[in-house]
């Protein structure tokens, strides 16, 4: 075998011992230890994992937070915009008590939606916030999703189990997304990881 070929066998070798690295690496993303899949399967969607971060309150983390969809934005207009599956996934980073956790939803709510359109899913958020009382604790490392599903509504689950019955608006997704990328969010780095940003 002569050296040209030789040398190229070498090179290919090397490239599809990088291609494999890259495809390993690429199909999860770490952040604060939790792994989270760079896709999700959303009603028979394939989602993309736009940006992820950790929710801190004080100096504690809280939960790490992931948002997926179809194609991947940097704005909340075009985050609510995009048609089709949607979800927010969080991995409990300590133990909440669900009371807790459910009042921190509410105040977000509040922050960052005006009354007028609050009157609009009432009965959505009222049912919203009795799903808690379901789940007397959230411990470390469940997992939450909450999917936007076409023609079925707002379903959360709780590390795979659907914990409440499905809410039909859009209009209350788009103000539970605002809770983490609205003008007021939970927490304003949060907010720019799961758009994308650094």
Not at 43 to 52: E, F, H, R, W
Request: glycine fraction near 10%; charged fraction near 20%; hydrophobic fraction near 45%.
């Amino acid at each position: 075998m002569n050296l040209g070929v030789r040398f190229g066998r070498i090179l290919a070798m090397l490239g599809f011992c990088m291609l494999s690295a890259y495809s390993v690496t690429a199909s999860a993303v770490e952040v604060a230890g939790v792994k989270l899949d760079d896709t999700a399967r959303v009603a028979n969607q394939d989602l993309k994992l736009n940006g992820a971060g950790i929710r801190y309150k004080l100096i504690f983390k809280v939960y790490v937070a992931g948002l997926y969809l179809a194609d991947k934005k940097t704005n909340l207009p075009d985050i609510l915009a995009v048609p089709g599956a949607k979800r927010v996934s969080l991995v409990m980073l300590r133990d909440v008590q669900s009371e807790d956790f459910g009042q921190a939803f509410m105040d977000g709510l509040k922050k960052n939606t005006e009354l007028a359109e609050r009157t609009k899913f009432v009965t959505q958020e009222l049912a919203f916030g009795q799903l808690f009382a379901s789940v007397p604790e959230l411990k470390k490392g469940d997992m939450l999703n909450i999917d936007w599903l076409p023609g079925t509504g707002t379903i959360v689950s709780l590390n795979g189990k659907k914990i409440a019955e499905p809410q039909p608006d859009v209009v209350f997704y788009n103000a539970l997304m605002k809770i983490w990328l609205g003008p007021h969010p939970a927490d304003a780095k949060l907010k720019v990881a799961m758009m994308g940003g650094e």
